[in-house]
């Protein structure tokens, strides 16, 4: 009989899922006794009654790697530790389904997973390996925002959109002579906007790990309506972004619309508009760069599997694919360091991060 | 008076060649006493009379960021140590000028010279530091082939370039059960091609790394077509070469121009596979200088904007006979000799050709 694997991919989606899902099929089928499953919505398709399972072959992977989103639809609330079910009632109570999970594995003759997730699905990884679940994890998160590995996909493409919303903003900005603020996602690292500023020519960069004071925006965007100034200026925050108030205290949340309100208070002379750029981050056709990164670590996830490396993840790391264990990937966030070579190249073309 | 730091731009041209001398101009402007001129067309705007030199400030590169090519202009012909003339017969030779040119670099101020080229800007640039200018590199390859950079600027707008070619080719391939063959640049290095066969799905790729066979081609082919229906595309690396010949080229009739002019393999290849017996309907593409230009991704205007900031400050701190380097996570300095002493072609062990395999493409052997 055929060893069968079960891809589950959870968390929100980002643009090189389905890369990694043909990856992993294609590299399946070079051998003769792989066959390859998706569970559809994360966690669902194993836990539901009936199961919501699809078999995974050549033609159904055919072509999807230019496809953003995945085709197995994905969920970030579906943790099998703590799993919704709804009541008669309407009411929702959560109940640990791990054990019905293992049942399923083994009845439905799942020798391993493959999960696709982020920094919180892979919590739930380590979990189920604990419990002796046979899986391996490839990581997903569009923020960049695991040090584990060197890149995560779908942000290069992710860093790609934001970059263009700007150079769009720019001719509008500048015709009009309007600050305009534009909102990217970053809840606790600024690597989307950071790049963006730089690879668009922002003049303010907003980030998670610096703290701005509304008076050094000011400043620089006093500068750019000076004299020598060139009469426009573009803003980039991301949406974790915080300001110190009069009192000290930290505000956040819809960042982009509380600076305009904050510059219109000070009365700003400038025209001021905002944009929140959202989910088109996450979708669209990947870049080159994700594609090739995706299909890397699919070929990856799979070999590990094939050579019983569970309980592990595969990873990017210095030009190689390799490996490493999930207790050693959980809470291993990737910040921007404020001694990062980016943050020195933004300051030398004299973007201002408010500080 | 200011100091005054001159940069130029060398061999072929690459999406993100402006974003360096943005990248450059702005960091300038952050300090009080320098300044920044270019030289037109390489070193010929220095050696030239009058010499073609324009100032560089910060209304000059507004913008340039996202605009392929170079506004100085570049050439990959002569240069300071081989300067052509013309003699009365109509033949031309080859002149030293290069203490004229640092003697007049001395008298026009110039304390820093930023050199952004490729490989053989890089040895003229060690050659002119060893003769006391001050001198600092930015590499420049459109192909990847330099080992001490984790990438050069450039490459990756390439690959995206020849990814969407490969998109574009797919679905008329499909539509009309054809081999489609797409030639890409690569001289020695197959980085395009392999990157951007995994990135669009090709069967086939050809890379200078690994010499092809034509018979594993026709292989691949067969299997791929049932009854007249099927598709493949090949996207070949213009170095590619098979296990019995030689790469195609040409001499440049261009005066002072020392490389080879490659090109021509996927027309080959597309007679080859016809007298080999393939009787599939096939078509070729040259995708050519389409992947030198257009607006670089965001990715190339980083890289490229983080190698002006650091080349600058290697100026400010006067450490000479450098290029910068990307060394994920860190931007760096290295000495000249280091880094123009490796190429950086694919490894066959590495894992973009393990990937490659592993998603079943053949790579000709």
Redesign the interface.
């Known amino acids: 009989m055929k060893q069968r694997i079960l891809i589950v991919n959870s968390g929100g989606d980002c643009p090189g899922m389905n890369a990694v899902i043909?990856?992993i099929v294609?590299?399946a089928?070079?051998e003769s006794n792989w066959e390859i499953i998706g569970s559809i919505n994360g966690f669902d398709g194993i836990l539901n009654e009936p199961l919501e399972i699809v078999a995974l072959d050549e033609k159904k992977v055919e072509?999807i790697?230019?496809q953003g989103g995945t085709i197995l639809t994905t969920n970030n609330k579906r943790d099998p530790f703590n799993y919704p079910l709804k009541q008669a009632d309407g009411s929702i109570i959560y109940k640990d389904l791990t054990d019905k999970l293992i049942y399923n594995l083994k009845v439905f003759n799942f020798d391993a997973i493959i999960h696709i997730g982020g920094n919180e699905s892979h919590k739930i990884s380590l979990k189920l390996a604990q419990k002796g679940v046979n899986i391996v994890g490839i990581p997903k998160t569009i923020n960049n925002d695991l040090s584990v590995t060197?890149y995560t996909f779908g942000f290069?493409t992710a860093?790609?959109v934001?970059?263009?919303a700007i150079?769009k903003l720019?001719t509008t900005a500048n015709s009009h002579n309007r600050v305009l603020i534009l909102e990217v996602m970053g809840k606790n690292a600024g690597w989307i906007a950071l790049?963006?500023a730089?690879?668009?020519?922002a003049d303010v960069c907003l980030i998670p790990e610096i703290p701005f004071d509304m008076n050094s925006v000011l400043k620089k965007l006093r500068s750019r309506y000076s004299k020598d100034g060139?009469g426009f200026a573009n803003i980039v925050v991301a949406e974790g972004a915080s300001f110190k108030d009069e009192n000290g205290k930290l505000t956040s949340g819809n960042i982009a619309r509380k600076i305009a309100a904050k510059l219109k208070e000070v009365n700003f002379k400038a025209d001021i508009r905002e944009t929140i750029l959202g989910h088109l981050q996450r979708g669209g056709t990947p870049?080159?760069?994700d594609?090739?990164l995706a299909?890397?670590l699919g070929?990856?996830a799979?070999?590990l599997v094939s050579e019983k490396k569970f309980g592990t993840m595969a990873i990017?790391k210095?030009?190689?694919?390799t490996d490493i264990n999930l207790e050693d990937v959980i809470n291993k966030y990737n910040k921007v360091d404020l001694s990062?070579?980016?943050i020195?190249?933004a300051?030398?073309?004299?973007i201002s991060f408010g500080d | 008076m200011k100091k005054k730091a001159l940069v130029l731009t060398g061999g072929g041209d690459c999406p993100g060649l402006n974003a360096v001398i943005r990248g450059i101009v702005k960091r300038a402007e952050q300090t009080e006493d320098w300044e920044v001129v270019g030289s037109i067309q390489s070193f010929d705007g220095v050696l030239r009379e009058p010499t073609e030199i324009i100032e560089l400030d910060e209304k000059t590169v507004a913008g340039i960021h996202y605009q392929g090519g170079t506004i100085l202009g570049t050439t990959t012909k002569g240069g300071p140590f081989a300067w052509p003339v013309k003699e009365n017969d109509g033949t031309w030779s080859f002149i030293d000028r290069s203490d004229e040119m640092i003697r007049k670099l001395k008298h026009m101020g110039i304390d820093a010279v930023i050199s952004i080229g490729g490989d053989g800007s890089q040895r003229i640039s060690q050659a002119l530091f060893e003769k006391g200018l001050n001198v600092i590199g930015v590499p420049k390859t459109i192909d990847n082939d330099l080992s001490a950079t984790d990438y050069t600027f450039g490459y990756q707008t390439a690959v995206q370039i020849a990814t969407e070619a490969v998109d574009r080719l797919v679905t008329t391939a499909a539509s009309h059960n054809r081999v489609i063959i797409l030639e890409v640049m690569g001289r020695d290095a197959g980085w395009i091609a392999l990157s951007s066969a995994i990135a669009g799905g090709a069967e086939i790729c050809l890379i200078p790394e690994i010499p092809y066979d034509v018979k594993n081609l026709i292989k691949v082919i067969n299997k791929r077509f049932k009854n007249g229906k099927g598709h493949v595309i090949i996207v070949v690396a213009e170095g590619a070469k098979p296990i019995d010949g030689d790469v195609l080229s040409q001499q440049s009739d261009e005066v002072g121009n020392e490389n080879l002019k490659l090109g021509g393999i996927a027309h080959k290849l597309l007679n080859d596979l016809k007298a080999a017996g393939c009787d599939a309907d096939m078509r070729e593409t040259v995708l050519g200088h389409l992947q030198r230009g257009g607006v670089p991704i965001a990715f190339d205007r980083i890289l490229a904007t983080q190698f002006g900031v650091k080349a600058m400050e290697l100026a400010l701190e006067k450490d000479f006979g450098k290029m910068v380097a990307y060394q994920h996570p860190d931007i760096v300095g290295v000495p000249f000799l280091e880094a123009i002493s490796q190429y950086n072609v694919v490894n066959p062990d590495s894992s973009l050709v393990k990937t490659a395999r592993g998603i079943g493409m053949c790579l000709g052997d």
Not at chain 1, 318 to 321: A, I, P, Q, R, V
Not at chain 1, 347 to 350: A, I, P, T
């Open positions: 043909r990856a294609k590299r089928n070079q072509g790697h230019f060197d290069q860093a790609q934001a970059t263009e150079d720019v790049n963006s730089i690879g668009g020519g060139r870049l080159a760069f594609r090739i299909t890397e070929v990856k799979f070999e990017h210095n030009f190689e694919l990062h070579n980016l020195r190249t300051k030398g073309v004299g």
